[in-house]
Protein backbone atom coordinates (compact mmCIF):
# COMPACT_ATOMS: atom_id res chain seq x y z
CA UNK A 1 0.00 0.00 0.00
CA UNK A 2 0.92 3.30 -0.78
CA UNK A 3 0.30 6.70 1.06
CA UNK A 4 1.03 10.20 -0.58
CA UNK A 5 0.71 12.60 1.72
CA UNK A 6 2.32 16.51 2.12
CA UNK A 7 -0.27 18.24 -0.78
CA UNK A 8 -1.46 21.78 0.29
CA UNK A 9 -2.39 25.36 -0.15
CA UNK A 10 0.42 27.49 -1.31
CA UNK A 11 1.50 30.62 -2.89
CA UNK A 12 2.70 31.25 -6.43
CA UNK A 13 6.14 30.98 -5.66
CA UNK A 14 6.19 28.39 -2.96
CA UNK A 15 7.34 24.69 -2.01
CA UNK A 16 6.04 21.96 -0.90
CA UNK A 17 7.62 18.52 -0.35
CA UNK A 18 5.08 15.50 -1.28
CA UNK A 19 5.63 11.75 0.38
CA UNK A 20 5.19 8.51 -0.81
CA UNK A 21 4.77 6.41 1.90
CA UNK A 22 4.92 2.29 1.17
CA UNK A 23 3.85 -0.17 3.93
CA UNK A 24 4.06 -4.00 3.37
CA UNK A 25 6.93 -3.74 0.96
CA UNK A 26 10.27 -1.94 0.66
CA UNK A 27 10.18 1.05 -2.32
CA UNK A 28 13.78 0.38 -2.43
CA UNK A 29 13.30 -2.22 -4.89
CA UNK A 30 10.36 -0.10 -6.98
CA UNK A 31 10.68 2.33 -9.49
CA UNK A 32 8.78 5.65 -8.15
CA UNK A 33 6.46 7.70 -10.14
CA UNK A 34 4.71 10.90 -9.42
CA UNK A 35 1.77 11.81 -11.78
CA UNK A 36 -0.42 14.57 -11.30
CA UNK A 37 -4.22 15.20 -12.87
CA UNK A 38 -6.29 18.10 -13.09
CA UNK A 39 -10.48 17.04 -13.23
CA UNK A 40 -11.48 16.57 -16.90
CA UNK A 41 -7.97 16.47 -17.79
CA UNK A 42 -5.77 13.13 -18.92
CA UNK A 43 -2.93 11.81 -15.58
CA UNK A 44 0.38 12.97 -16.60
CA UNK A 45 3.33 12.11 -15.24
CA UNK A 46 5.39 14.50 -13.64
CA UNK A 47 8.87 12.40 -12.48
CA UNK A 48 9.99 9.10 -11.80
CA UNK A 49 13.13 7.22 -10.10
CA UNK A 50 14.21 3.78 -10.81
CA UNK A 51 14.72 1.12 -8.78
CA UNK A 52 18.60 0.14 -10.37
CA UNK A 53 20.66 3.32 -9.74
CA UNK A 54 18.15 5.39 -8.40
CA UNK A 55 17.91 7.85 -12.00
CA UNK A 56 15.80 10.00 -11.80
CA UNK A 57 14.22 11.42 -15.04
CA UNK A 58 11.83 14.77 -14.85
CA UNK A 59 9.15 16.04 -17.73
CA UNK A 60 10.03 19.21 -19.10
CA UNK A 61 7.26 21.53 -17.23
CA UNK A 62 8.67 20.50 -13.86
CA UNK A 63 12.57 20.36 -14.68
CA UNK A 64 14.67 22.63 -12.15
CA UNK A 65 11.79 22.81 -10.43
CA UNK A 66 11.32 19.20 -8.40
CA UNK A 67 13.66 17.05 -7.10
CA UNK A 68 12.58 13.21 -6.71
CA UNK A 69 14.16 11.61 -3.71
CA UNK A 70 14.37 8.36 -1.74
CA UNK A 71 14.64 8.31 1.77
CA UNK A 72 14.71 4.45 2.37
CA UNK A 73 15.83 5.16 6.41
CA UNK A 74 11.90 5.61 6.04
CA UNK A 75 10.80 4.00 3.53
CA UNK A 76 8.95 6.95 1.68
CA UNK A 77 9.93 8.88 -1.83
CA UNK A 78 9.71 12.62 -2.10
CA UNK A 79 9.12 15.09 -3.93
CA UNK A 80 10.60 18.74 -3.67
CA UNK A 81 8.62 21.14 -5.45
CA UNK A 82 9.90 24.52 -5.52
CA UNK A 83 8.72 27.58 -7.67
CA UNK A 84 5.41 26.23 -7.80
CA UNK A 85 2.81 28.17 -10.46
CA UNK A 86 -1.13 27.73 -10.79
CA UNK A 87 -0.43 25.43 -13.50
CA UNK A 88 1.13 22.96 -11.09
CA UNK A 89 -2.30 22.71 -9.16
CA UNK A 90 -3.38 19.43 -9.27
CA UNK A 91 -3.74 15.79 -6.98
CA UNK A 92 -0.42 14.39 -7.31
CA UNK A 93 -0.34 10.06 -7.10
CA UNK A 94 2.62 8.09 -6.67
CA UNK A 95 2.82 4.78 -7.69
CA UNK A 96 5.61 1.79 -8.01
CA UNK A 97 6.83 -0.26 -10.56
CA UNK A 98 8.37 -3.54 -9.29
CA UNK A 99 10.34 -3.48 -13.03
CA UNK A 100 14.35 -3.82 -12.43
CA UNK A 101 16.12 -1.43 -14.70
CA UNK A 102 18.02 1.36 -14.52
CA UNK A 103 15.41 3.83 -16.44
CA UNK A 104 11.51 4.23 -14.72
CA UNK A 105 8.51 4.24 -17.29
CA UNK A 106 6.75 7.28 -17.70
CA UNK A 107 3.86 5.15 -18.67
CA UNK A 108 1.42 4.54 -16.10
CA UNK A 109 -0.27 1.26 -17.01
CA UNK A 110 3.69 -0.03 -15.96
CA UNK A 111 2.50 0.72 -12.58
CA UNK A 112 1.59 -1.96 -10.13
CA UNK A 113 0.54 0.20 -7.03
CA UNK A 114 -0.96 3.21 -6.96
CA UNK A 115 -1.56 5.82 -3.85
CA UNK A 116 -4.62 7.04 -3.05
CA UNK A 117 -3.28 11.03 -3.78
CA UNK A 118 -2.58 14.19 -2.17
CA UNK A 119 -4.16 17.54 -3.58
CA UNK A 120 -1.90 20.42 -4.50
CA UNK A 121 -3.18 23.69 -4.89
CA UNK A 122 -1.07 26.97 -6.32
CA UNK A 123 -3.10 30.10 -5.59
CA UNK A 124 -2.81 33.64 -4.51
Known amino acids: QLQASGGGLVQPGGSLRLSCAAS????????IGWFRQVPGMEREVVSC????????RYVDAVKGRFTISRGNAENTVFLQMNNLSPEDTAVYYC???????????????????WGQGTQVTVSS
Open 49 to 56: ISSSMNIA
Open 24 to 31: GFNLEYYA
Open 95 to 113: AADATRDIRCSYRGHEYDV
